[in-house]
C-alpha cells in the first residue's frame, strides 16, 4: 500500500490535486514523505497524508486521512495548537499508527504547532498563543503567555488550520489540549459530541473561561462559522500511558462514529 502524500495550496481543492506532492515556487517539498511511503505497511489506518501548509519557521503542517472516504460521518482532531501540551499527541499517533478504521471518514492533525512543540512552548515561534489568534471575538492583549497576535489571523498556521477545516468541512472537530481536566462546554452547550465524548473520553463537562475571558480561539471561530460542531477536550497534567494508548483512542472513536477494522 502507497499512502499518498500531497501539499495543499490556497484555493485548490483536495480532490483536484494529484497523488504526487505538489511543490510549488513558494512551497517546500514535505519533510518526512519519503519515511511515511516507506512506513505505510505499518500504518495500514493511513488514507493519506497530506501537508496543507508551514509554520512560522517552515515546518511542516501535516494531516493524516484515516478510515473511509466515503463514510457519512467526518471529523478531524487537533492536537498540540499549544507546544507544551504534548500528552494528546499520543493518542491521535496511536490511531494513525494502529488498525484500519471504518465507519467514518477521519483527519488528524497531530501537531498544529510545529515550532511550539519544538521549544517545548505554548507559543509559536513569533510568541503568538495561537488558540487567541482566530477572527471571531479576537481583541488585541499584551505580550505574555497568551497574546493574540497583532492582528486576527496574524499567523501562517493559523491561515493553514482555517483553510484546512473550511475544504474538509468535517462534522465534528476535537481539539484537544491540556491540562484543566474536562469537556469543554462553554462554546458547544448540552450538543450531543460533548456528551458523547465525556462518556467514552471518562472525562467531566465543564465550562472554561481562559482566564480573563475566551476570544480569538478556534472553537469561537469554527463554531460560528463552519457548519459543523467543535468541542474542546482538556485533558489532565499527567494521564497515564494506558489512558493515552487505549481508553482514548477507543473512546474517540466510539464518540465519533467509528471503529477498528
Request: proline share 7%.
Amino acid at each position: 500500500m502507497s499512502v499518498p502524500s500531497r501539499v495543499l495550496r490556497l484555493g485548490v481543492a483536495f480532490a483536484t490535486l494529484p497523488a504526487a506532492v505538489l511543490v510549488g515556487p513558494a512551497v517546500a517539498a514535505p519533510s518526512g514523505a519519503a519515511e511515511t511511503s516507506a512506513r505505510a505497511d505499518a500504518r495500514p489506518a493511513v488514507v493519506e497524508r497530506v501537508v496543507f501548509g508551514q509554520s512560522r519557521r517552515g515546518r511542516d503542517l501535516v494531516a493524516y486521512r484515516l478510515g473511509d472516504p466515503g463514510a457519512r460521518r467526518s471529523a478531524v482532531v487537533i492536537a498540540a495548537m499549544h507546544g507544551d501540551e504534548r500528552k494528546p499527541q499520543v493518542i491521535l499517533r496511536t490511531l494513525r499508527d494502529g488498525r484500519p478504521i471504518e465507519g467514518l471518514d477521519l483527519w488528524i492533525v497531530p501537531n498544529a504547532n510545529p515550532d511550539g512543540v519544538a521549544r517545548k512552548a505554548r507559543r509559536n515561534a513569533r510568541g503568538v498563543d495561537l488558540n487567541r489568534n482566530f477572527p471571531r471575538k479576537w481583541k488585541r492583549s499584551k505580550r505574555g503567555t497568551t497574546w493574540s497576535g497583532p492582528r486576527a489571523a496574524s499567523e501562517p498556521e493559523t491561515k493553514a488550520m482555517m483553510r484546512f477545516l473550511r475544504r474538509v468541512a468535517p462534522d465534528q472537530v476535537v481539539s484537544f489540549h491540556q491540562p484543566l481536566y474536562g469537556i469543554d462546554t462553554s462554546g458547544t452547550g448540552n450538543r450531543p459530541l460533548a456528551r458523547r465524548l465525556a462518556r467514552h473520553l471518562k472525562l467531566p463537562k465543564r465550562s472554561f473561561s481562559c482566564g480573563s475571558g475566551c476570544h480569538g480561539t478556534l472553537s469561537q471561530w469554527f463554531n460560528h462559522r463552519l457548519d459543523g460542531q467543535l468541542v474542546t477536550v482538556e485533558l489532565g497534567r499527567r494521564p497515564s500511558r494506558a489512558y493515552l494508548t487505549r481508553t482514548a483512542p477507543h473512546g474517540l472513536l466510539k464518540a465519533l462514529g467509528g471503529r477498528r477494522v
